[in-house]
């Protein structure tokens, strides 16, 4: 299973980092609504969010953050 995490968006297109390499996918090809630092998944000619991947890297990432800025 291909995933990828939404870096940003630019025109028509969004761009997915997959494995540490950013691609242009055209928006069409997403399915539903999704936003920078969304987890991907590619099924079936489609990406879809990964909702409980997403979830958890929001959470892995505040923990990183909040050892950093521990008094």
Known sequence: VMT???????GQF????????TH???KEQIA???????VL???DG?????AKATKERTQHIKN???S????
């Open 14 to 21: 969004v761009v997915i980092e997959i494995d540490g390499i």
């Open 32 to 38: 539903g609504v999704v936003s920078a630092g969304d």
């Open 46 to 50: 489609k990406w879809y969010k990964d």
């Open 4 to 10: 990828g995490i939404v870096d940003r968006f630019e």
């Open 68 to 71: 950093v800025w521990e008094d």
């Open 41 to 43: 998944i590619f099924r």
């Open 64 to 66: 990183l953050m909040d």
């Open 24 to 26: 242009d996918v055209k």
